[in-house]
Every structure is written in structure tokens, then in C-alpha cells.
């Protein structure tokens, strides 16, 4: 059952619930801490019911890396080579933040299968997402050679925006335990982030 073509309402629910499921547990337990017995009860449904659907822990927590890491990638999909160098690069900062504010279940997923060597998507690293960041550190390689933006290593910045934006996703309670709770981190990171890298990357 690779796609929802051909499938009853019902199917379609299940297995929305079953991913649903999975996205919690595997974000707070990681893939080592949960179990299928886990899954099926927080997806509501029995074991037997569940593997219907998916045949194992690794096929649903796939299902679940391969969905995720295209919706991570159109941020930076999202960057116009055409448009105004500093403006695009603080907009993917912006998209970057807000989808991992909006998305911190995910992000955290994301970040523990990283942290644990990227066995399940190694393959699409060096591939589709390599491809991606080496295609649009060129552009921004270029605005930077025609001095439009501050010189820096395109692909180091990239990665840089990576880790300012989701640490506050991955380490959201540390983040508001240091900044207390009459402030608002989220509001609080995009002024900073833009304001950082305007700095970083305006020219003169």
C-alpha cells in the first residue's frame, strides 16, 4: 500500500492516525523506545489492525522520515535565485524558523534519527538533500562572488541557519528556562536571527 490511491476512507484515516501516532511516540521515545504495542495503543488500534497498514516500527518511522524530510527541504527549495539576495536569505531564515516553531515534533524526530548516525535516511543526506544544498549554495555562492552578500562559505551558512533555527524547536525547554517565562522565544528568535544574519551576510 504505497499511496492513497485505491484506498477507502477508512484506510485513509487509520493509517493518518497510526502516523499521527507515530510522530508522537517516536519523538519522545526515539525509535529504540517504542514499541509496537506502544504505537498501536497510542494510535487507538489493534496491533494485528495496525501492521495491516505497516508492516513493522521501521515502516511506519520511514513513512514518517521520508514525509518529513521533503517538507524540511522547502524552505530551502523556496530560495529565487532571481530575487533580492539579502531579502531571500532572511526570508529562508524566517521559513526555516517557523517551520520548525510550527512543526517541533517533527524537527525533534528529525534530529534524533541525525543523532543516531541517519540509518534509516542516510541515502536521501547525500542525495536528494545534498543536491539540494549544493544547487543552492552555487546561487548563493554567486550573489556573493558578484558582491551582493558578505563573503562566507555558502554551505557552512546553510548549515548555520539550520542550527540557530531548530535548536529552538530541539531545545525549546532549555531555551524558555533561560529566558523565563514572561518572554516569548519564538518572537523573540526571528528579531534576533534577522537582525543576526543582516549583519552576517549585508554588504559595507
Request: no cysteine; proline share 4%; aromatic share 8%.
Amino acid at each position: 500500500m504505497a499511496n492513497d490511491q485505491g484506498r477507502t476512507r477508512i484506510q485513509r484515516e487509520n493509517r493518518a492516525r497510526i502516523l499521527e501516532a507515530g510522530l508522537e511516540v517516536f519523538s519522545s521515545e526515539g525509535f529504540r523506545g517504542a514499541t509496537l504495542d506502544g504505537l498501536a495503543q497510542a494510535a487507538g488500534l489493534s496491533k494485528p489492525n495496525m501492521l495491516y497498514y505497516f508492516a513493522s516500527k521501521e515502516a511506519i518511522y520511514v513513512a514518517l522520515l521520508d514525509r518529513l524530510l521533503d517538507a524540511w527541504l522547502d524552505p530551502l527549495r523556496a530560495l529565487d535565485p532571481a530575487g533580492e539576495p539579502l531579502d531571500e536569505m532572511l526570508g529562508y531564515v524566517r521559513r526555516k524558523l517557523h517551520l520548525a516553531r510550527d512543526y517541533p515534533r517533527e524537527s525533534r524526530l528529525f534530529a534524533g534519527e541525525v543523532l543516531r548516525g541517519a540509518e534509516h535516511i542516510g541515502p536521501a543526506l547525500s542525495g536528494g538533500l545534498r543536491w539540494l544544498v549544493d544547487d543552492r549554495a552555487a546561487v548563493i555562492g554567486g550573489w556573493m562572488a558578484a558582491g551582493r552578500l558578505a563573503p562566507s562559505d555558502p554551505h557552512h551558512l546553510i548549515v548555520s541557519i539550520w542550527a540557530l533555527t531548530q535548536h529552538y524547536a530541539d531545545f525549546e525547554v532549555q531555551v524558555r528556562a533561560v529566558l523565563g517565562e514572561a518572554r516569548d522565544p519564538w518572537a523573540e528568535a526571528e528579531r534576533e536571527l534577522e537582525l543576526h544574519f543582516r549583519r552576517v551576510l549585508a554588504v559595507g
